[in-house]
């Protein structure tokens, strides 16, 4: 990695492969996990722990438009703000994208919550 922002990024999946498989859950050396999303052709970024409940499902998630919901309690989160719908629970953290080639980047964490780090 060089110092001009690419470090800042880490690689998380084969542009391919996500196109392919629409979704694909990205777990860092780390433990933390998040979802990646390929939805009518732009590409999203978000913790895979909802919000909510702390539950990591946000990876089976249903899209609809340019939302998920998680599949435990089917609160709406915005997939480019992470915003709940209703706002009665803190934003679902999203991540920047960046693709090089046929590599998916993502923007490390630069805070840190609860278990969650890359
Ligand atoms: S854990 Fe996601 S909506 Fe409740």
Redesign the pocket.
Known sequence: MNMNGTDKFIRACSLTELKEKGRILFTADSGGEAAILFVKGKIYAVDNV?P??H?P?MHLGIVSGSDIL?P????KFSLITGKHSENQVNPLRTYKVKIEDDDVFIEKPQTTSFNFDF
Do not use: E, G, L, Q
Request: aromatic share 10%; with cysteine; hydrophobic share 20%.
């Open positions: 909802c909510h409940n539950t499902k998680c435990v309690h089917m609160y």
